[in-house]
């Protein structure tokens, strides 16, 4: 399966952890030649702050996004209807919320179920253990402080290569 | 008709007599018209017609009048098209005329025969020919102020100018919708049939008195 | 297999049409369903947007671009866990929302036939304006034929 991006929201709506795999897109002398769409990341050399404030752009309409589906689904299912995942023909998006309101967002390509369980996972066995049971990590984590611990990034990997679908 | 082919003022026919008169515009017998071509085409002349329109009856009456040079000038082509040269003649009683509009017309029109053709129990000047489903109203949803309105006036119009155009007057040709209360009346009986032909419409026929003058007459010479 | 409710918004965002076949979703008001309609509108182009990966423009240079291809499509399928609701975009932007079960099969055919029938009752009636409310007794017909025919 191909995973595009993961993304970690606390209930103050900033995301405090996010990774992304776009994989980099060969410069073929046509694309070059044509204006660059808003949504394509640039594959120049010397635009990182560009490709930095488009991520946080992403982020933020990613969170927007989720929430106002929330809304939406849970106005007209009612309140105890969960809004799961939704589709494009060219990505899959999966959501879950935890109790405590946090929210854990995955872009994959199209063809996965829903990874609901698998968010669940990453929260109860890895955010869980090697976030909040941390000693030194603070209780809210403003900037993501905390939330990127040496624990939590390998513990991730391995659930990434060993655990998800392939 | 000249059977020979020599070269002269007017129409030439060439040696086996048909002309490009005799012939389908569609080369095969059954070919169709784009059903969908027609109907963004009637939307047009529906909304040419509501241009202006004071209200429904006048609506109707300007798609009657779109209709009838179409029936005057089918009545032509049609007699002209006919393989039976016995059929070709323009029809003189009343009879006939209807039987060719509900079967040669109609077919010609809209691919099959009328579903019915009566005549009118209290007025012996009015016939009524029934339309279960009046092609041209396949696709039209009245809105609620329009309700009374039938688009099929247009094909009113076409029958009335085939009966113009054959010599039989009519004081008009209007269409109805019945469907619905033929649905009541179906529903008070017990609902057998309620609302199957929704759509169903007739069209009112009614001749001048001349012509039933000359049809009585007629009628006495064949008996006598 | 049950079919909720169909949503049709035009091309502008606006709620052209509501259509309750089963009971299962919450009952809106009518505003609540115009505003739903018209952020439904906004976070489809917003997922449209969002796309990680976009295809590479791969046109040959022999053919004359066409404004249909390689174009990104927003959000097509939502699940949650009482519904599915499938969205179907025309080349016009008109888009059609069938709420189904989540186990629905089929889905695409039926919005199919839905397309066919909005094509055929409401397009081809003269007494309909583009981008309004539709009020169509045959469309409404039909989609009863169709739909609890298959139900």
């Given at each position: ?16 952890y996010?990774?992304?795999w776009?994989?980099?897109?060969p ?5 070059k ?15 990182s ?33 969960t809004?799961?995942?939704y589709?494009?023909?060219e ?10 309101r946090m929210?854990?967002?995955m ?5 996965q179920?829903n ?9 109860a066995?890895?955010y869980?253990?090697y ?21 939590f990034?390998?513990?991730l ?5 060993a655990v998800l679908?392939? | 008709?000249s ?11 060439p040696?086996n ?11 095969t ?24 329109a ?5 609506l ?12 005057v000038?089918l009545?032509?082509?049609?007699l002209?098209?006919s393989?039976?040269?016995l ?33 009118s129990?209290?007025?012996?000047a009015?016939y ?8 041209v ?27 113009d ?7 008009g ?10 649905a ?6 017990g ?10 419409t ?23 | ?12 965002g ?9 009971t299962?979703?919450n ?7 115009l505003?739903v ?24 240079s ?19 866990s ?10 016009t ?9 989540p186990?629905?099969?089929n ?6 036939k ?12 003269p007494f309909y ?14 989609l009863d034929?169709f ?5």
């Amino acid at each position: 399966m191909v995973l595009y991006s993961f993304y970690i929201f606390d209930r103050h709506t900033e995301c405090i952890y996010s990774r992304r795999w776009t994989p980099a897109r060969p410069t073929s002398s046509s694309s070059k030649a044509r204006p660059q769409s808003e949504g394509s990341i640039a594959s120049n050399g010397d635009n990182s702050t560009q490709q930095a404030r488009k991520h946080t752009d992403d982020e933020k309409l990613i969170f927007g996004l989720v929430f106002s589906l929330r809304n939406m689904v849970q106005k007209l299912g009612g309140e105890d209807d969960t809004f799961l995942s939704y589709r494009t023909t060219e990505y899959k998006l999966h959501y879950y919320e935890t109790p405590t309101r946090m929210k854990f967002v995955m872009l994959t390509d199209t063809k996965q179920n829903n990874l609901r369980p698998y968010l669940h996972q990453i929260w109860a066995n890895l955010y869980v253990e090697y976030v909040v049971k941390n000693p030194l990590a603070p209780v809210e984590h403003p900037g993501g402080i905390g939330v990127a611990n040496e624990m939590f990034e390998r513990g991730l990997e391995t659930f990434f290569v060993a655990v998800l679908p392939a | 008709m000249s059977s020979s082919s020599t070269p002269g003022p007017g129409l030439r026919y060439p040696s086996n007599k048909k002309t490009i008169y005799d012939r389908n515009l569609n080369r095969t017998k059954n070919a169709e018209l784009s059903r969908a071509a027609f109907a963004y085409l009637f939307i047009e002349m529906i909304s040419y017609a509501q241009r202006g329109a004071k209200d429904v009856g006048d609506l109707e009456q300007r798609l009657n009048n779109q209709g009838y040079p179409l029936g005057v000038r089918l009545l032509d082509l049609l007699l002209t098209r006919s393989a039976n040269p016995l059929s070709s003649i323009r029809p003189t009683r009343i009879l006939p005329l209807l039987q060719f509009i509900a079967q040669q017309l109609y077919r010609h029109l809209f691919g099959r025969p009328a579903d019915a053709l009566e005549r009118s129990g209290s007025d012996a000047a009015q016939y009524m020919i029934f339309d279960n489903e009046p092609m041209v109203n396949t696709y039209i949803s009245l809105p609620r102020e329009l309700s009374s309105l039938n688009c099929a006036a247009f094909v009113a119009g076409i029958i009335e100018g085939v009966c113009d155009g054959a010599g039989f007057p009519t004081e008009g040709v209007s269409a109805h919708s019945v469907g619905e209360q033929e649905a009541e009346a179906a529903g008070a009986e017990g609902k057998k049939g309620a609302a199957m032909w929704p759509g169903k419409t007739v069209f009112l026929i009614k001749f001048k008195k001349e012509v039933l003058e000359r049809e009585e007459i007629l009628a006495r010479g064949t008996s006598g | 297999m049950v079919v909720f409710a169909l949503f049709i918004i035009s091309k502008s965002g606006g709620l052209i049409y509501n259509r309750e076949f089963h009971t299962g979703l919450n009952k809106l008001s009518s505003n609540d369903l115009l505003m739903v309609a018209g952020s439904f509108h906004g976070m489809h182009e917003i997922t449209k947007q969002l796309c990680p990966n976009p295809p590479p423009p791969t046109i040959p240079s022999n053919t004359a671009p066409t404004p249909f291809a390689a174009r990104a499509t927003g959000l097509e399928v939502l699940e949650t866990s009482q519904f599915r609701m499938q969205c179907f975009q025309t080349l016009t932007g008109v888009k059609f929302l069938l709420f189904t079960e989540p186990q629905q099969p089929n889905i695409d055919t039926i919005l199919k036939k839905i397309y066919e029938l909005y094509a055929d009752f409401v397009m081809k009636n003269p007494f309909y304006t583009v981008e309004m409310p539709v009020r169509c007794e045959k469309f409404d017909r039909g989609l009863d034929g169709f739909v609890k025919v298959r139900g």
